[in-house]
Each structure stands twice: as structure tokens, then as C-alpha cells.
């Protein structure tokens, strides 16, 4: 069977987005075929803010996400392959999903259950606190 990974994204992404929040990715920065701004990498990880206001030309495939955002007032296409993508979660209050290393071979699922698993101390990773990472805009 096809990755579960590209059509939770999308859902959760719907989700997020229908109740009025802003829809962030966890991505890994260090995964291949990554196109983004790696000046706004912190530990190996970037914070993208995919809000409908915040990009243009959204495409959310099996493969990857696209879009086109500004970061410091330029204009840049990002490629963000889907397992890349560690977690998408609302900035306003946590909830998302965080997926784990297993999906690379096929075995979907998230990492931790659900998609309110952060809970109200926890960040997109699952730990006690907040990851330490800037927001891109």
C-alpha cells in the first residue's frame, strides 16, 4: 500500500485550517530533496508556517508539499518532500501529529497516537516543552 503520511498531512491540514488556526510543518532539514531557506534551520529542523495567508500556490501531493512564501521579504519556492515532514501541528495550541522514523518503510502511523497528543505542555515533538525553533513567515 501507498504512505498514509501524504493524506493525513492533508487532512490534518484541513482540519487545522477549518477551525480558524495557523498550520504549521516540522520538517526535517536534513532529509534529501529539501528545497527551503536554510538559514531559518534550528538543530536540524525548520518551522514552516503554511496558512493560507502565509503561501502561494499550495500543493500538497503524494510526494511533496510546494509553495511559494516570503522569508525576509523575498520571494522563494519551497519543496518539502512528505517524509520530511515531521509534524503538523496548529501554532495556537499544539494539536497535530508528530509521525515517526518507522514511515520511511511503509509503516504509517503516528509515533504517539493521535492528533491532540502534545496536549497543553507539549510541543509538536512530544516532549515537556516547546521546541526551541523559529517561526518562519
Known amino acids: 500500500m501507498t504512505s498514509s503520511r501524504p493524506y493525513l498531512i492533508r487532512a490534518l491540514y484541513e482540519w487545522i485550517v ?8 516540522l520538517v526535517n532539514a536534513e532529509h534529501e530533496g529539501l ?4 538559514e531559518y534551520v534550528d538543530a ?12 502561494h500556490n499550495l500543493a500538497m501531493g503524494n510526494e511533496a508539499v510546494e509553495f511559494s512564501a ?16 515531521m509534524a503538523i501541528y496548529a501554532r495556537e495550541n499544539g494539536q497535530g501529529m508528530l ?11 503516528p509515533s504517539s497516537g493521535g492528533p491532540d497528543d502534545d496536549g497543553p505542555n507539549g510541543g509538536p515533538d512530544g516532549g515537556g516543552s516547546r521546541p526551541n525553533l523559529r517561526v518562519v513567515k
Not at 18 to 25: A, I, K, R, V
Not at 44 to 55: D, E, I, Q, S, W
Not at 99 to 109: L, M, N, P, S, T
Open 35 to 38: 528545497v527551503a531557506p536554510m
Open 70 to 85: 516570503r522569508f525576509g521579504g523575498v520571494p522563494q519556492d519551497v519543496r518539502v518532500p512528505v517524509m520530511a515532514v
Open 99 to 109: 509521525f515517526g522514523e518507522a514511515d520511511e518503510e511503509g509503516g504509517d502511523g
Open 18 to 25: 477549518d477551525n480558524g488556526l495557523t498550520p504549521y510543518l
Open 44 to 55: 536540524g529542523k525548520l518551522v514552516l508556517n503554511v496558512a493560507p495567508r502565509a503561501v
